[in-house]
């Protein structure tokens, strides 16, 4: 039988509820398979930006700077040889490609998965809209003290706003997203998701759709 929550305002008064559809929301747990997703996310996210010169690429000539014998000095082929001051650097460092592939179907089932994980440990609240007066940062923090949400929390819209996105950046641990572009780091980092009625249905219809 296929989960269902309350629907309601921004005042977390109830005024409606909404059907879950059982492939996103009742998905069993894959713990391994979530766990290599978010490892693979964080790394892409890495810049391999470390890099130093080898001799060749180093300033100065690259002629002999003294005769082979008879001069009481150690033998030098060139000024630019790691040897010297500003010279090159032995196996000199480059950049690294940090990122690791996933396959689609791999990320879809992760990301089910963590979704139907949250809905069970009723970290998932849906709120009809979030049309909120104002971009003032008052207005934000008075609907998550109406919810009693005073951890991470993020915000799932269906559409992007500019006055959620205004009031919630000077909130600690308040992220706003849309639906499309919501991943399965972000689900399992947060402690408590707000989706709008309409992001659950377009979220429900990108992935039954096989879409994503």
Avoid: C
Avoid at 123 to 131: H, Q, Y
Avoid at 142 to 152: G, R, Y
Wanted: net charge positive; aromatic share 8%; no cysteine.
């Amino acid at each position: 039988m296929s989960a269902t929550l309350k629907v309601y305002d921004l005042k977390a008064n109830e005024v409606g509820s909404i059907k879950l559809s059982d492939a996103v929301f009742a998905v069993p747990y894959n713990e391994p398979l979530i766990h290599q997703v978010v490892v693979a996310y964080l790394a892409n996210q890495r810049q391999g930006t470390k890099r130093t010169l080898n001799r060749g690429e180093v300033r100065g000539r690259a002629a002999k700077p003294w005769r082979q014998k008879h001069t009481g000095r150690a033998r030098q082929g060139s000024r630019r040889s790691n040897l010297w001051i500003k010279g090159g650097m032995a196996f000199a460092l480059r950049p690294r490609d940090f990122s690791q592939k996933v396959n689609k179907t791999a990320k879809r089932n992760a990301f089910v998965s963590a979704l139907s994980a949250k809905l069970e440990q009723k970290e998932i609240v849906v709120v009809e809209n979030f049309d909120l007066k104002s971009n003032k940062t008052k207005e934000m923090v008075e609907v998550l003290d109406a919810f009693k949400i005073n951890k991470s929390v993020l915000i799932v819209l269906d559409e992007a706003n500019k006055n959620v996105m205004l009031s919630s950046r000077n909130i600690q641990n308040a992220e706003v997203v849309n639906y499309d572009l919501l991943n399965t780091y972000q689900v399992v980092s947060t402690n408590k998701l707000i989706f709008t009625k309409e992001a659950i249905k377009k979220l429900e219809e990108a992935y039954t759709d096989g879409n994503k």
